[in-house]
C-alpha cells in the first residue's frame, strides 16, 4: 500500500558492511533483513533461523519488510507477538498494508530478564528501577527478595526502558530488560534471568517474496488477514464458523482497526494446518467469499511442531471421497 | 395414524390393466406407478403431473417405487408430506431403506374436505360425525353452523373415518374426508368444500431410476437423507452449520428412527437450489464427510417456483473466484 | 383447541365398568385411560406404569387424553415412538393443539413380532405374509429361513396387518405384527418372537392434569413444543442454540406441519434434565422469548436412567453463582 | 510501537501542583489523573470530558489508573484505541491486571496531523519527514502535492517522530503528529490538518473506584475481559454465542496474551447495552459460568449515542415475561 522508502535512513555504511559479499566465494550467503543495530533480540533470532546468513539491520520492521520486497534481501526476520506483551501490531500492520510477503518458517525465541544499570552500578545502589509493568510482575519475587526498598516505575517497554536508564541524567538506576539491550544501550547486567517464570517466549517469522511455499510436514500453521466486507453484527462469528465448520482450531486471532473510523476492525488469524490440505484450502476459500478481502500470509512449519487432532471428516482424504461422491451424485450416478 | 392399508390387496387384473400397452402405437406412453385403487388422490397427482402417461395403480407406497426400480414403471409419483397430518412416513422410509431412487419433480396438490354419508343419507339425518381430528378443526365454521346438533368423533385418518362410515352397521353417519374417498368407498358427497381454509395441500414427488438429473432452473428444491457417524450431543447442529455456512435454508427437516433403539434417529433435509449449484454441492459434500451415510434423493424444480435468495458469497461465480484464488495462493502466487 | 366429546363412541359398558368405584374402600384405585380395547400393547404399558390403577379404555388416543382433561380419568398412558416407526404423530399433535396436559413419566416397552393367522392355520400353509416394511425387514432371516416360498406384502402398519388377516375371505394366510393383535383380531400365533433383534421398544408417557411436577431425579427428560414467531430461514438454528449454550443435549427433535401451509413447521423437542435445574429452565425460558409460543410438556423421569453429563458451568451452583456475581456487579461491587 | 516512554519522568512538583486544593472553596474540584505532561492529547480528552476537574498528569497510564485507586485522584481518563493504531494494550492490561476499576463515560477525540518541525524551518526546507507509516498513508495527498521530493521515514509512533525530530542533531526535518506534539517537544505547525481523511479519533474511558454504575441511557456500553477456563478450541466461539444467543452485538474484541505461555490468550469485548438490562446481565452471567474469571469493567453511554436494534425476544420485557413463564411452568401450571 505504501511504497516509500524505508530504508532511507539506514547508515550506509552499516548497510553495505552487512550486505557485503565476500570474494572467492561461490555460494553467497543469503542476507537476512532484521530489526537493528545489531546485537538486538532481532538479531539473536536472525542467528537461531539462519545461521548462515548475513544479516542487514534495518531502521525500523518496515524497513526490514520493504528490504525483501525490493530485493536487497532475501528475506527478513522480525516478531509477531511475545506472550507478555502480546502482538507487535506494526508487524501486523505491515503484513496487512504493505506490499505482499509470504511467511516461510517461525522461531519461539524464550525471552529473559535482566537487571541492567551503568556501568559501575551495583545492586546495592539501586534506588529507582524502570521496566514495562508485565516485566515487573514477571520479576515480582526477585524485587521482593534483593531490592525491598527500591521504588518501581513503570515503563511502556523493556527497552525503552533500558534506553531511559543508558541516557545522560536519568532519573532510574536500573532497568528489568532482556540482556541484549546491556549490549545495545551500554548497560550491565547487574542480575541474570531474574524473572520467575523462565518460560516468556517472543514469535519471530521469516518473510520472503511470494514464491512456491514450503512443503506440509503435519504439523504447520497458515496466517491469513481478513477485511470484512461489511461490518455487520455476527460477522466474526460468520467468520469463526468457516473454520470450525472444517474442524480447524484457531491458534491466534487479532482484531487491528481497518483506519477508517473507530469501531472498524479486520482480523489476523493463525490457524492449525497448511494451505496446501484440503480442510484449510476449503476454510479460506470460504473466508475468501464471505470477506471484502483475505491475505493470505503464507502456510509454515510450526515452531513447537504440535500436529493438529484431525476431526473426523476433514482429512485430505475425506474432502477427495466426497468430491468424488459429489461428482458421481451430480451425474446421477446415486 | 394410517391412511393407506385399506390398498393393501390391488387385484391383480387391475395392474395388469394398467400397465397394458396398447398395440400398434409408435410412441408408447410413459408407465407412472401410484398408490391405487383408480380415483384416489395420488391418481389425482399423477394426472397433473403426467398428463399423458399410463397409471400402474399399485397396493402401497413402497410397492409404486418397487415398480420403478423394476422396470415396470418409469415413474412414481408418491405423497411426500402433508400440510395438515405431516410427513408421509412410509414415503420417507422407502426413500432412506429402499434402493436408490431419484425425486425429479414435485406437485403440490390442494386437499379438499367433503361431507361424506351413506346412499340415502341427507344433511338433517346427520348426528354422528368421524374424521381426523385436524379435518374437524378446519371445517370447524361448517360444523357449528350446519350440524351444531351433531356428535364430532375423532378418528386416525379422514380415509379411515370414511372406511369407517362405509362399513355395514357403522355407529357413524358421515365422514369428512376429501372427495375422491367418496368414490372409493362408495358414499356420496353430502356437503363439498366444508373447510374453513382453502389452503391444506399435500406435496407429491415423481420418483424416476437414478440417471440424469433435472436441470437447474434457478428456483429448485434438494432432498438428501443423513445418517449421522455417532449419534453424539451436538451432530444436529453440525449438520446444520454445513448448510448455513454456505447460506442455504433448509425447507423441511424430518427425524426418523434408525431403527436400532430409541433414541437414534437419521434425518430427512430439504434444501433451497440444486445440487449442480456450487454452494448446494458444497453443503452436500461437507455433510457427506461428517455423516456416516449422505443418500441423495435429488434436485428438482419446486413446484412455487420460488428463488431462493443468494447470501452473498455463496453464489457460483464467489466459489469459482475463490477456487482460482486458492489455486493461485497455494502455488505462492499472492 | 377443540373440545369435542372425544369419548362418545366408547361403548358406555366398558367406560362405567373401568371408572366404576368399588364401594367400601378407602383408597380408590385411579383410574387410566388408554388406547383400547382391553389386550392391547397400549394396555400392557398401562400395567406396567401403574399396576393398581383401573384401565379406561378409548376409541383412540386423543380420546384418551380428553379422558384426563374431562376428570374422568386420573391419568392416561399414550405412545410416544417407536423404535421402528417413529412418532406417533397423533399423540404429538394432540400435546401440540389440545388442552394443556403434562407428561409425569416415560416407559420403554420392547416390541415383539409374531407370525399371526387365523385358527387351524399351519406354518406349512402360509403362502402370503402381510406386515409393515419395517417389521418385514426386523424378520428377514426367519422369512428366509421358515418361509422361503412364501410372497410377502407390504402394509402400512402390523395392527392393520393383523386385521387384515382377520378378515373373512382374506387374501393374506398370516401377519407380521405383535402378539397382543393376535388376542385382539382373533388369530393365533404361528411362530413367536420372530425378529432378528430383539432390542424394537416403544416410548409411553404418562400424561396427567396439569399439577406439581415430578421431583428432579438426576436423570430427567423434559419435553416441549415450540412454535416459532416467524419462519425465518436459521430459526431452527437459533433454537437449538438456546439448548446447546447451555450444555444441553437434545434427545428427540421432531416437525409437525403448523396447518397453515405447506413447509411451516413446529417442533418438539426432548432434552436432558428437569426444568427444576437451572441451565433447563435458562434454556427454555431462552426458548420461549424466541418463540411465538412454547408449550411444557413436563419433565419426568427418563425410563433409562441415564443421567447427563453436567458440561462445566452449567450446573445449578454455577448458575448460582453467575447470578450473585451479576448482583454485585449491577451494584458495582466489583 | 511505544507511544508513552517520553514522559518517565514527572517532576514530582507538577503533580503536587495539580492536586492542590484551593482554599476557602465550598465545592471542591474533583481531580482527575491523566496521562501527562500538561498539554497531551489526554489533557485535551480530559478537558472536554470533565472541564471543571483539576488535572493530575501522571508519568504513564498505570500510574493514572493507580493514582484512582490510591485516592489520590476520584477518577482518570486514559485512552483505549484509536482508530489508526488500534488498541492501547498498556491500558488494556492495566484494566485486565491490576486492581479493579469502573469504566464511567467515554469520549472520542477526533486526531489531528500537522506537519512539525523545529522553530526557524519552513515548508520549502524540508527534505526528511518522519513518522508513523499509518499516519505517513493518512497524508499521502499531502505530501505529494506539498512535499514531492521528500523522504519519509517511518518511525514507530507520531509522538516518537516530533520527539526525535525535536532532539539536537537530528537527522530529520519534520515530523507528522498531532500538533499537541508541537506543544510538548518545542516544534512548531509548519501546516496544519493535512490528513486525507477527519475522522481519526482517540477514543478515551473515565475510570473510577468501584461504586454505583451509571444508569442506564438506552445508548449504553459494556466492557468486560474474559479468561478462559481452559484453552480448549472452539472457546472463543462459545464466548460468542454467549453474546449472539441473546443477540447482544459486540463492538470490540481484543485478545491479549496470557503471558504464561506464546498462544495462550484472554480478551477484551464492548458489547451493546448495560449491564443492568436483562440480556446483557444474562449475557455476561453466561460467560461467567463458562470462563475462569470475568472481569466486568462497567456499563456507561456511549459516546455515539447509538441505540442498539433490540433483537426480538431480548427487550427486559421479554426476560421479566419468560421468567414470570418459567416460574408458571416450574410450578406446573401450564
Not at 82 to 87: K, V, W
Request: hydrophobic share 40%; charged share 25%.
Amino acid at each position: 500500500m505504501d511504497t516509500l522508502d524505508h530504508m532511507s535512513n539506514v547508515p550506509s555504511r552499516e548497510r553495505s558492511r552487512s550486505s557485503d559479499v565476500p570474494e572467492g566465494q561461490d555460494a553467497p550467503k543469503p542476507t537476512y533483513a532484521y530489526l537493528g543495530p545489531e546485537g538486538t533480540f532481532s538479531e539473536a533470532a536472525l542467528r537461531a533461523m539462519a545461521p548462515e546468513a548475513r544479516g542487514l539491520p534495518c531502521v525500523n520492521i518496515p524497513a526490514a519488510m520493504e528490504a525483501v520486497r525490493s530485493g536487497e534481501a532475501e528475506a527478513a526476520v522480525v516478531p509477531l507477538e511475545n506472550s507478555l506483551e502480546g502482538a507487535i501490531t506494526v508487524t501486523l500492520d505491515e503484513f496487512a498494508w504493505g506490499e505482499h510477503l509470504l511467511i516461510t518458517g517461525e522461531l519461539l525465541l524464550p525471552v529473559q530478564f535482566s537487571l541492567l544499570a551503568r556501568e559501575g552500578m551495583e545492586l546495592g545502589d539501586i534506588k529507582r528501577v524502570v521496566s514495562h509493568p508485565a516485566a515487573i510482575t514477571q520479576c515480582r519475587n526477585f524485587l521482593a527478595r534483593e531490592l525491598p526498598d527500591a521504588v518501581v516505575i513503570p515503563a511502556a517497554s523493556t527497552a525503552g526502558a533500558a534506553r531511559d536508564v543508558s541516557e545522560p541524567g536519568s532519573p532510574f538506576d536500573a532497568a528489568i530488560a532482556d540482556p541484549i539491550a546491556a549490549e545495545v544501550y551500554g548497560l550491565v547486567e547487574v542480575a541474570k534471568n531474574i524473572g520467575d517464570r523462565k518460560d516468556t517466549v517472543t514469535r519471530f517469522v521469516r518473510v520472503e517474496r511470494p514464491g512456491p511455499l514450503p512443503e506440509p510436514t503435519g504439523a504447520d500453521r497458515t496466517s491469513v488477514v481478513a477485511f470484512l466486507k461489511d461490518d455487520h453484527p455476527g460477522a466474526l462469528l460468520e467468520m469463526l464458523h468457516e473454520f470450525s465448520v472444517r474442524g480447524i482450531n484457531l491458534t491466534r486471532i487479532e482484531s487491528r482497526p481497518t483506519r477508517d473510523g473507530i469501531g472498524r476492525y479486520f482480523f489476523h488469524f493463525d490457524c492449525e494446518g497448511h494451505i496446501a490440505e484440503a480442510r484449510v484450502g476449503d476454510a479460506l476459500a470460504g473466508l475468501h467469499r464471505i470477506c471484502a478481502e483475505v491475505r493470505f500470509l503464507g502456510s509454515y512449519p510450526r515452531a513447537d511442531a504440535v500436529q493438529p487432532k484431525i476431526k473426523p471428516g476433514t482429512s485430505d482424504e475425506a474432502f477427495a471421497e466426497a468430491a468424488e461422491w459429489l461428482r458421481r451424485m451430480r451425474a446421477g450416478q446415486v
